[in-house]
């Protein structure tokens, strides 16, 4: 896997000290399920919070009287029925932590055009909905342009990119500026799932494209 | 700093004693104090920030008892459970966090290059190598993880470059990350 492939230093930072928005943590959550060695950085990096807190935090710290006794245990909290009752094609190809994000309990990919369905998440980057997307093999994501950036991670099946044949597999994250243009094609026979974030409209560069814009509403 | 700071952490009590008033007083004076300096660090007025710690303290509580046995780190623990509390106090969801349980979870299938070591042995080397660590690094950590700043803040707190910045806590990420996958005294 490409380094281009997984999170920035600043991204797995500000995942870990809880600085990044909602939409980027519960992305970045579903590439650390998928993504071991990236496991093992935040865990570094968390470790290291650790160590400094430890090293650093009580420099200001103010008295805290100590209450007289123990509180309570509490009870384990029930799971959420709403994660317990998603239908196998969501739960098999997409990470729990978007699952609370997920609106409808019984939700499944609506038809966009053929070979193209989503479902909307409960999620926005910078005003835009976040949105999970399945391709059916042989989709082709038309050429297109951003007016932001866009943000989006392979959890099934396989992305290509059109002109430069790099792949992206399940885990692989792709983020493309505002002045990168590019075309996708679903690689291989699977249908590939992902989850993208942009915080831009989209800027088609064919009539197809424009076209399917419309439709899809970006 | 104070004295008690700089030596290393006991380790919490491990057994079902832990459970006992006493206990929960030992822990609650020995990271409360910690976790409202945090918080205030991490911009919270003291008031809001010595209330957070009692809700910090007791989900930790909570948790210890429900689990029964300290977490690995507990210094971390009690990092990540007050950095999460705040969260929820400025209305913003947890952090979402990746689930072993997760049917699509991918497992860890690399074998470590050397035995497994004590945790707390990971812990003190951590906090020895920090201690190594130039003093520019170590303050662009702080303004990282205490006050929560991005590097352009730090840059300007600092009075430098957002990209030397950036390097400074690659290159401290990376004696950590070296340093702390060395065995005891050697390389």
Known sequence: MSTDHHPTQDELLSYVVGNCDTWLAALLACHLTLCPNCRREVQLLEDLGGALFDLWADELGATVAAPSRPPPPRPPAPPSPAINHLPDEITHAVPRPLHSFIRDPRARFRFLLPGLGHIPLNLSAGGRPVRLFRFEPGFTIEEHGHLGLEWAIVLSGALEEATTGEIFSKGHISRRHPSDVHSLVTSGDEPCVAAIATLGALRPHTLRGKMAAIVIGN | ?187
């Open chain 2, 1 to 187: 700093m104070d004295s008690s700071s700089s030596s290393p952490p006991d380790p919490p009590p491990t057994d079902n004693a832990a459970r006992t008033e006493s206990d929960y007083g030992e822990i609650f004076s020995r990271y409360a104090r910690r976790v409202t300096g945090y918080l205030v660090r991490k911009g919270l007025s003291p008031a809001a920030a010595e209330a957070l710690t009692e809700v910090a303290m007791l989900t930790a509580w909570q948790r210890f008892t429900r689990k029964g046995r300290p977490p690995p780190l507990f210094d971390t623990w009690i990092f990540c459970v007050a950095r999460d509390q705040r969260a929820v106090l400025l209305h913003r969801t947890q952090r979402p966090e990746p689930d072993p349980d997760d049917p699509c979870w991918v497992a860890d299938d690399s074998k470590p290059s050397s035995a497994p070591r004590p945790l707390e042995t990971t812990h003190m080397r951590l906090r020895n190598a920090l201690d190594s660590l130039p003093e520019v690094q170590r303050e662009t950590l702080k303004h990282l993880y205490f006050q929560g700043q991005s590097t352009t803040a730090i840059a300007r707190a600092l009075g430098s470059r957002e990209d030397e910045v950036r390097e400074h806590i690659r290159d401290a990420l990376h004696t950590l990350r070296i340093r702390s996958r060395e065995d005891n005294g050697k390389p």
